[in-house]
């Protein structure tokens, strides 16, 4: 199969899928993709314009008896899509109530005590609605973008991490300084390893990036 030109919003998970083939891991393992596996180590997270080697799919064979029915059941492909939210100082909105809506489902509860909302979604879903009650009944909405967010080293993806946490100053230079003074960060205005590093800290589940208060 020919290099497939990734569009926006496309990741390896809903490729994997879309394809036939067990899992994303089918993706990335093939030798023509060496590159883009150093390059692009997030499945989720993809840039429009990169070049992805979709292998063949295997058919599997199953040995069955003849003149007997054989039934068997497809499960629609899911992802998990996580959802931090908290105030402008990094503290979790836990126990206010939500609704999250994606591929016409709605989730309906509070937020949990770290703030972390978690919801199984199919891997083709691009769009959603999160929406948070605070304590004086108005309502905060959020439009999502599923798997559109651009890898950390695209100055896209910069802005919309920054974006994303309430840093959104109108330029890049400005936002990055009010996010690393916020953070205590030596404040450059450039998109420094440091400010990579501490970007990295919000977005991966693995870690606990704790308050947005100078530490």
Not at 127 to 139: H, I, N, S
Request: with cysteine; net charge negative; glycine share 8%.
């Amino acid at each position: 199969m020919p290099f497939h030109d990734v569009k926006q919003g496309e990741t390896l998970i809903a490729l994997a899928v879309k394809n036939g083939l067990e899992g994303w891991e089918d993706i990335v393992n093939a030798p023509e993709n060496a590159e883009l596996k150093k390059k692009r180590p997030d499945p989720g997270i993809l840039m429009a314009g990169d070049k992805v080697f979709i292998p063949n799919r295997v058919m599997r064979q199953e040995a069955s008896a003849v003149d007997a029915k054989h039934p068997f059941k497809i499960t629609r492909p899911k992802a998990w899509l996580r959802l931090a939210v908290k105030d402008a100082n990094g503290l979790a909105l836990k126990g206010k109530k939500y609704e999250l809506s994606v591929d016409s489902v709605v989730t309906k509860g509070a937020v949990p005590d770290d703030g972390v909302i978690e919801r199984a979604v199919p891997v083709d879903a691009d769009e959603g609605t999160l929406t948070v009650w605070l304590d004086d009944g108005t309502a905060e909405v959020w439009s999502l973008r599923i798997g559109y967010m651009d890898p950390l080293d695209e100055t896209t993806g910069i802005e919309a991490r920054l974006a994303n946490l309430g840093f959104d100053c109108g330029d890049l230079e400005s936002s990055i300084r009010a996010f690393q003074e916020r953070l205590g960060l030596e404040v450059t205005g450039k998109a420094d390893d440091a400010l990579k590093t501490k970007l990295t800290s919000y977005y991966d589940p693995a870690q606990d990036e704790g308050s947005q208060e100078k530490k």
